[in-house]
């Protein structure tokens, strides 16, 4: 399979999609050792992304420094979709920030909501 390029950048906080939503156990992404992460597409260059449960619990922050699109779950960092406090994220709706550090949109920030389904 070839890769896909690596997404551009976005400065348009209202375009900012999880994918997929809802996850299940499977994301149905190409790589089958990819099949346990979330990616968050159309972010800024650099930003810092902070989940929620409904209940207003911090479950995980990613710091992102790149192109326009990073994922929480990766074969790489072996993580496969842990919070911060290395446990699988339970069933349920979160909520999710996307604070811009690009300069000129400093502070500026996107929320929105995605599905987990087990």
Not at 61 to 86: A, C, K, M, P, R
């Amino acid at each position: 399979f070839a890769e896909e390029a690596p997404k551009a950048p976005s400065d348009d906080m209202a375009k900012i999609r999880v994918v997929p939503n809802p996850f299940r156990q499977r994301s149905g992404l190409l790589d089958a050792s990819q099949n346990n992460r979330l990616a968050f597409v159309n972010i800024p260059a650099k930003c810092t992304i902070r989940i929620y449960t409904l209940a207003g619990d911090l479950v995980k922050i990613i710091e992102h420094d790149g192109f326009g699109e990073t994922t929480w779950g990766s074969q790489d960092v072996g993580n496969y979709l842990q919070t911060d406090f290395s446990e699988s994220p339970a069933a349920g709706l979160y909520i999710y920030q996307v604070t811009s550090h690009v300069s000129g949109q400093e502070g500026e920030s996107h929320v929105g909501k995605f599905m987990i389904i087990r």
